[in-house]
């Protein structure tokens, strides 16, 4: 089939829809009516000799050809998107703001360290924090609103790349009259004691593993407190006989400020690898490769 018989934006279109699964969502995220968003598929139908899109339930799934069809359009569409920012005499807004996707460690941890070594080398560069965990922001990378996601979590699809920066331990947060004269408590300590717990993603085998050594020890945590973010662990925990359990750079974060102390957990536990995760259609582009390189230089001063 020649290109000259194919509208380009039909393209755009088939790309949304193969995302979304859904008309109504695809429409609405490219700024189309619904109804030019069906007549543009139909469209798209009669060019390509294929349904590419079958009703289920409420949703569309995609038929085999337009399996085949979605990843060839997504890397044109990138190498497209690639080419215009990067074109001599334009000053494209991607090349002077990046959107990084995260959640409150990264936020924490991570962002302070990354805006220093880009102020030291582009000044001029913003950075606009988005909250959200790796699979909420699957869509918003591959359609390019999210350029990079740091999450514990890596996408397991071959469109995203992922890369470990580096590795997190945890620790025991509390009061230091917890176990005074001592820098390490007991498991029979840490069982008995109030716990106050972020909540995590459900079945989550990272966060979960305190948990199944406790079992096997046949002790449990009795949680008293759970919260959603780091952030509000040390100021849940000042003043009170609980203690959580915290990565180890957030500790050394709040722990002076709210005058706390870690202690190292009293059972063994895997340490967490942290990721940035990219869509494959940025892989080769310049500003990209510049801000994994800074991200990955602003992690070794971690």
């Not at 959640?103 to 582009?122: F, S």
């Not at 870690?262 to 995760?277: A, N």
Request: aromatic share 6%; proline share 6%; charged share 25%.
């Amino acid at each position: 089939m020649s290109l000259r018989k194919l509208d380009l934006n039909l393209l755009i279109v088939f790309d949304a829809i193969y995302v979304e699964g859904n008309l109504t969502r695809a429409a609405s995220h490219i700024g189309m009516s619904q109804p030019a968003m069906s007549n543009a598929l139909n469209r798209l139908r009669h060019v390509l000799k294929d349904d590419l899109f079958m009703r289920d339930g409420r949703g569309l799934r995609p038929t085999p050809v337009a399996s085949e069809l979605a990843p060839v359009i997504r890397q044109a569409l990138g190498l497209l998107e690639i080419g215009i920012e990067a074109a001599p005499g334009l000053k494209a807004g991607r090349l002077q703001s990046f959107s990084i996707a995260g959640l409150d460690y990264y936020e924490v941890v991570i962002l302070p360290k990354l805006m220093t070594a880009i102020g030291e080398r582009a000044p001029d560069i913003t950075i606009k924090a988005v909250t959200g965990n790796s699979i909420e922001m699957a869509k918003p990378l591959r359609f390019g609103d999210i350029d990079l996601m740091i999450d514990y979590v890596p996408l397991p699809s071959d469109e995203f790349r992922c890369e470990v920066l580096f590795s997190e331990t945890r620790v025991v947060l509390m009061n230091p009259d917890f176990i005074p004269g001592r820098s390490e408590m007991t498991l029979d300590e840490f069982a008995a004691a109030g716990h106050v717990i972020r909540a995590g993603r459900e079945g989550d085998e990272r966060l979960d593993d305190i948990d199944n050594m406790l079992g096997k020890a046949h002790r449990r945590r009795d949680v008293q407190v759970s919260i959603n973010n780091w952030l509000a662990m040390p100021a849940v925990i000042a003043g009170t006989k609980l203690i959580g359990v915290v990565p180890l750079r957030i500790a050394e974060v709040f722990a002076p400020s709210f005058g706390l102390v870690t202690s190292p957990l009293p059972v063994e536990v895997r340490p967490i690898p942290i990721y940035m995760i990219w869509h494959e259609s940025r892989e080769e582009h310049q500003a990209h490769r510049w801000l994994r390189a800074q991200l990955k230089r602003a992690c070794r001063a971690l």
